[in-house]
C-alpha cells in the first residue's frame, strides 16, 4: 500500500464492500478455528493513505471504524466526514499533538512514551482509554515499550488518573511468511494475560491491537481484538 494515494478515483465502492465482506469472512473463520467469537474482533480501515474523497467512498462501501496515523490528517478528514466513521489514531503520539487529537477519537493504540501520558493526563476532560505500544521484537527501528520493561513503565504511568490502558498494540517484525509473525502475536497475547494479572483492579489488558494486511488471519487465532487493515480493503477499478 506504500506510495499508493487512494482517491475517490481510485476507489469503487462495490469493490471495497466485496474485500471488507472478504476480510470479515476470514476473520470469522479464524475465530471459529480459535475458539473464539467473530464478535469480539474488529476490522479496522488504516487510511493514511486515502485522501477525504477516497474516505467517502469507504463510507459509502460500509466501513465504519478508520484509523489514522498523522493528527494533521486525521483533522482534515474530521471535519469532512465527522461522524461517518468511529476514529482511532494507529501512528506515533507526539505529545505537542494531543490536545488537537483527544477530541475526535474513541481510541489512541500507540502511546509509548511517559511524556504522551502526561500530556493526556493534562488535556483530556474525560478518561481516555489507550493502549501501550509494545515493541515485541525489540527492534531498534521501531517505537513502543520492550516486554522487560512494561511493569515499570505502568508504575510510572499509574498515578494519572485520566489515562486508562485497556490493552496493548504492537507491529511484529516484518517478515515475507504471515506464519513467521505468529510468535510476536502470541508473546503479546501472553503479556496482556500476564499483565491483567499484575494490574488486576487497575487496568484491564483486554485488548489486542495487531494485525495488518499481511498477518491478520494469525494474529486473530492468536487473539487479536482489532485488526488494522489497508491494502486488502481497497480494492481498485
Not at 482534515?76 to 505529545?95: A, E, M, N, P, V
Not at 498515578?159 to 485497556?166: E, K, Q, T
Not at 505468529?182 to 497475547?189: D, I, K, Q, T, V
Request: with cysteine; hydrophobic share 40%; proline share 4%.
Amino acid at each position: 500500500m506504500a506510495g499508493v494515494i487512494y482517491s475517490r478515483a481510485e476507489l469503487d465502492a462495490d469493490a471495497v464492500r466485496a474485500c471488507l465482506a472478504e476480510v470479515r469472512e476470514n476473520v470469522a473463520a479464524a475465530c471459529r478455528r480459535s475458539g473464539r467469537d467473530p464478535g469480539s474482533v474488529e476490522v479496522l480501515a488504516a487510511t493514511k493513505y486515502v485522501t477525504p474523497g477516497g474516505m467517502e467512498v469507504l463510507a459509502e462501501a460500509g466501513i465504519t471504524l478508520v484509523g489514522e496515523n498523522r493528527e494533521q490528517d486525521l483533522g482534515k478528514k474530521h471535519r469532512r466526514l465527522g461522524d461517518s466513521f468511529t476514529w482511532d489514531f494507529i501512528g506515533r503520539l507526539q505529545s505537542n499533538k494531543v490536545r488537537r487529537l483527544l477530541p475526535r477519537v474513541r481510541l489512541v493504540h500507540s502511546v509509548a512514551t511517559l511524556s504522551a501520558v502526561k500530556e493526556i493526563e493534562a488535556r483530556a476532560e474525560k478518561k481516555t482509554e489507550v493502549l501501550l505500544q509494545v515493541n515485541i521484537g525489540q527492534e531498534a527501528s521501531k517505537c513502543g515499550i520492550i516486554p522487560a520493561e512494561t511493569d515499570r513503565f505502568l508504575e510510572e504511568a499509574e498515578r494519572f488518573s485520566m489515562v486508562d490502558f485497556i490493552g496493548l498494540m504492537t507491529m511484529p517484525p516484518l517478515t515475507a511468511d504471515p506464519e513467521e509473525a505468529r510468535p510476536a502475536f502470541a508473546a503479546l497475547r501472553s503479556l496482556a494475560e500476564r499483565l491483567t494479572r499484575q494490574w488486576q483492579g487497575r487496568y484491564q489488558f483486554r485488548h489486542l491491537s495487531m494485525g495488518t494486511s499481511n498477518d491478520y488471519i494469525p494474529a486473530v487465532e492468536e487473539g487479536a481484538t482489532i485488526v488494522r487493515v489497508g491494502s486488502v480493503l481497497l480494492g481498485r477499478r
